[in-house]
């Protein structure tokens, strides 16, 4: 009853990447979150909760991509909120987060998911697949690497879209110059995609949509 009042903290782990991360109670609900930013379960839920229904996620989708695990609420969502048991695969690079999913949310027990423990980059350097959806949720406390900005993996994302195929490119606007903002916008332009951005989602993240021909 507390957590309705304030955040309890049930565990803290130490990441070389992320620093202390923080399994919190918070409205009778796990929580996972960084010093300065939710990284699962909370305001991020919601946030890509409203990336899926903005690029019309449905029951036709087969295939998913998602790029930063933190909890995996992102599957819970997709199942729980879109009825799909599309196949869901995971890139993490951070192995303390992999253990947190696996151990405090259950990530795995929500059926056809695949992690990938790897660096994002080299995960989509070395991999051919395609997918129906692709969602990138890279961050660093509550920084997107500038690796994630560049031409070369603007070109390499787009190449995992299967045609018609859906990105959702998560951002926070706090953190992430509006200038390099524009420049990803254009470059996933520049790739063949149709670009919209729908801004201030929980008044903190804009998101990039982008559809494949």
């Known amino acids: 009853m507390l957590s309705y009042l304030f955040p309890q903290n049930l565990r803290k782990a130490a990441s070389a990447l992320n620093g202390v991360l923080e399994v919190n109670l918070v409205n009778g609900r796990k929580v996972l979150d960084t010093r300065s930013s939710n990284y699962s379960y909370g305001s991020l839920q919601r946030i890509l909760h409203r990336g899926l229904v903005e690029v019309g996620f449905s029951s036709a989708v087969r295939s998913v991509l998602v790029l930063g695990l933190g ?115 254009h470059a996933l332009a520049q790739e063949g995609l149709a670009v919209r951005v729908v801004e201030q989602v929980e008044l903190t993240n804009d998101l990039l949509l982008g559809a494949a021909a």
């Open 71 to 185: 909890g995996g609420s992102v599957v819970q969502t997709i199942r729980a909120d879109f009825a799909s048991n599309a196949f869901i695969e995971l890139v993490e690079i951070d192995p303390v987060i992999v253990a947190l999913a696996k151990d405090e949310f259950n990530v795995e027990q929500l059926g056809n998911v695949h992690i990938v423990l790897a660096d994002a980059l080299d995960y989509m350097r070395a991999s051919a697949k395609q997918f129906d959806v692709v969602i990138v949720d890279v961050f660093i406390i509550d920084v997107v690497p500038e690796a994630f900005t560049s031409a070369d993996f603007i070109k390499r994302l787009a190449a995992q879209l299967n045609p018609g195929g859906k990105l959702i490119y998560n951002t926070m606007r706090a953190t992430m110059p509006r200038a390099t903002f524009a420049r990803l916008f």
